[in-house]
C-alpha cells in the first residue's frame, strides 16, 4: 500500500535528531517506519522551514520525507500556519494527480495538516484519515485566555470530523469528546500512540552517561521523576505541593529548556520559588532538557514515575515509565485513562489535587514489592499494547476499513494477536 502521511508543522526528521521533535514529530515518525516494516510505502509531507532542505529524503527503507512549499522556507509559531494551507494542499494535488505518485490512503497528522489533506484528497480522489493529536475544544477548556490557538480551530475540528473518512483517535477521552462534537461512531476508530520497547527497557544503567544524574543517598530518600515541558498545564505545580508530607521523597524534574537556561525560564523560576516558599527546594532538582537516548536511565532512577497534567490529549511518558518498568501516578485525565491501568500498573488520581497525589505516592513509596509487581505488570501491558508492531497493525486496519468501504482492498499480513484497541 502507497500510504501519504501529512504533518504540516511536525517533520519525523526532526525526532531522529531530537532537539526539536516533540510528541507528534516522533509519533509520525515512529508509525511511519513500523508501517515500512510491515511491507508499505510511506511518503511525509511536512512544510519546508529551511531553505537548504531538499525536496525529498530518504528517511529510511520504505519512507521518505516530502518538503512542501508553503509559505517562507524559515520556522514559523504552528498557530500563523493555517494561511499558508491552500499553498500546502495546492502543493499536494499537484503531486498526487500523476497515478504513480497518488498514494492509497492519506493520513493527516494535526487539524491544520486535514485541512491541506482534505482539500487534496478530494481533488484527487484519495481517501483521507485525520488524526488530531490535540482538540481545540479541549485546550479552549482549560487553558481559557492562554488558548493562541486560531479562533475557527473548533469549527474546523469539527467540520474536519464529520467530513474525513475515519478519524484514528488516540484514546477513549478524544473518541467522548469527538462524539459529543457529532461524529459518527462507526467512522471513528481508537488507535494509540506506541512506545520505542527496545529503546525503553527495564535493564540499564540508572543515571546519565554523563554521571550527572546518579540516584538519591541509598536509604534515604525516595525518587520521583516527571517528564514534561516546563508549562503551567502540565501539572508540576501539583507534584511540588505533595512533597511537604513527603518527607523521604525527591523529585527530579526533567525537561524544559537547557540547564543552562532554566534561570531564564519562567516556569522553572515560579516551581522553584513555589518549591522554596513549601520548604522542600533542597528535594527539588529541575534538570532541563534530556537527550532521548539518555531518558529510559532518568526514567529507570526513579521508585515513581509522576505524571500530573491538567488535561493530556494522550502523554507518551506513562509508556516510555511503564516500558522501562516504573509505576506511574497520573492524572486521571485524557489518555493516562487508558495507558496507567489503575491498581495494575499505577494509580490515578484527580487533576490538581495534591493531597489525593500525596496518598497514592505514599502507599507506593511504602510498599517496594508493591512498586515491582506494578512495574512488572506495566513492562507487560506496554509489549500486549502500545508497542510500535501493535500499533502500526491497528492503524493498517483503520486504512483497510477506509478502503474497504470504496470497494478497494489490499493483501494485509496475517495478524495473530487481536489488534482492535476500541475496548481499552
Known amino acids: 500500500m502507497r500510504i501519504a502521511m501529512v504533518s504540516e508543522h511536525a517533520s519525523p526528521l526532526a525526532a531522529l535528531g531530537g532537539v526539536d521533535?516533540?510528541?507528534?514529530?516522533?509519533?509520525?515518525?515512529?508509525?511511519?517506519?513500523?508501517?515500512?516494516?510491515?511491507?508499505?510505502?510511506?511518503e511525509v509531507y511536512t512544510r519546508r522551514d529551511d531553505p537548504r532542505a531538499a525536496r525529498r529524503v530518504r528517511m529510511a527503507p520504505g519512507v521518505e520525507v516530502i518538503h512542501v512549499r508553503a509559505g517562507p522556507a524559515k520556522p514559523?509559531?504552528?498557530d500563523d500556519l493555517l494561511a499558508w494551507m491552500p499553498a500546502f494542499a495546492a502543493d499536494l494535488a499537484q503531486t498526487w494527480a500523476d497515478p504513480g505518485r497518488r498514494p492509497d490512503v492519506v493520513h493527516a497528522h494535526f487539524w491544520?495538516?486535514?485541512?491541506?489533506?482534505?482539500?487534496?484528497?478530494?481533488?484527487?480522489d484519495v481517501p483521507v484519515l485525520q488524526t488530531f493529536h490535540a482538540l481545540g475544544s479541549v485546550k479552549r477548556r482549560h487553558q481559557g485566555d492562554y488558548d493562541t490557538s486560531p479562533a475557527d480551530?473548533?469549527?474546523?475540528?469539527?467540520?474536519?470530523?464529520?467530513?474525513?473518512?475515519?478519524?484514528?483517535?488516540?484514546?477513549?477521552?478524544?473518541?467522548?469528546?469527538l462524539l459529543a462534537a457529532g461524529a459518527e461512531h462507526d467512522r471513528v476508530s481508537v488507535v494509540p500512540c506506541g512506545v520505542d520497547t527496545a529503546h525503553f527497557t527495564p535493564e540499564g544503567p540508572t543515571a546519565l552517561r554523563a554521571g550527572a544524574l546518579g540516584r538519591g543517598?541509598?536509604?534515604?530518600r525516595h525518587r520521583l521523576v516527571t517528564v514534561s515541558r516546563l508549562?503551567?498545564?502540565?501539572?508540576?505545580?501539583?507534584i511540588v505541593r505533595a512533597?511537604?508530607?513527603?518527607?523521604?521523597?525527591?523529585?527530579?524534574?526533567?525537561?524544559?529548556?537547557?540547564?543552562?537556561?532554566?534561570?531564564?525560564?519562567?516556569?522553572?523560576?515560579?516551581l522553584s520559588a513555589l518549591a522554596d516558599d513549601l520548604g522542600v527546594l533542597d528535594r527539588v532538582q529541575l534538570v532541563g532538557r534530556v537527550?532521548?537516548?539518555?531518558l529510559p536511565a532518568v526514567l529507570r532512577s526513579a521508585d515513581v514515575v509522576v505524571a500530573t497534567p491538567w488535561y493530556e490529549p494522550f502523554g507518551i511518558v506513562p509508556l516510555e515509565a511503564m516500558a522501562c518498568g516504573r509505576p506511574v501516578v497520573g492524572s486521571a485525565v485524557g489518555g493516562l485513562l487508558d495507558t496507567v491501568e489503575e491498581g495494575v500498573t499505577g494509580a490515578l488520581v484527580p487533576a490538581r489535587d495534591p493531597a489525593a497525589l500525596a496518598a497514592a505516592l505514599r502507599t507506593l513509596l511504602d510498599d517496594r514489592r508493591l512498586r515491582e509487581r506494578w512495574g512488572r505488570a506495566a513492562r507487560v501491558r506496554v509489549l500486549e499494547r502500545f508497542g510500535w508492531d501493535r500499533v502500526a497493525a491497528a492503524t493498517e486496519r483503520a486504512y483497510a476499513e477506509v478502503l474497504g468501504r470504496r470497494g478497494r482492498s489490499f493483501a494485509a499480513p496475517v495478524m495473530t494477536y487481536d489488534e482492535s484497541l476500541e475496548a481499552m
Open 112 to 124: 491544520m495538516s486535514g485541512v491541506a489533506a482534505l482539500d487534496a484528497g478530494r481533488r484527487c
Open 76 to 78: 514559523l509559531p504552528k
Open 231 to 238: 508549562v503551567e498545564r502540565k501539572g508540576v505545580e501539583t
Open 217 to 220: 543517598s541509598p536509604g534515604r
Open 243 to 270: 512533597l511537604p508530607v513527603l518527607d523521604d521523597a525527591e523529585l527530579l524534574v526533567v525537561g524544559g529548556p537547557p540547564a543552562a537556561a532554566l534561570h531564564r525560564d519562567p516556569e522553572a523560576i515560579r
Open 153 to 177: 480551530r473548533v469549527a474546523i475540528e469539527t467540520a474536519l470530523a464529520r467530513d474525513v473518512d475515519q478519524v484514528v483517535a488516540t484514546c477513549s477521552d478524544e473518541l467522548s469528546e
Open 21 to 42: 521533535a516533540g510528541g507528534q514529530n516522533v509519533h509520525v515518525a515512529a508509525l511511519a517506519l513500523a508501517l515500512a516494516q510491515r511491507g508499505h510505502e510511506v
Open 291 to 294: 537527550d532521548h537516548g539518555d
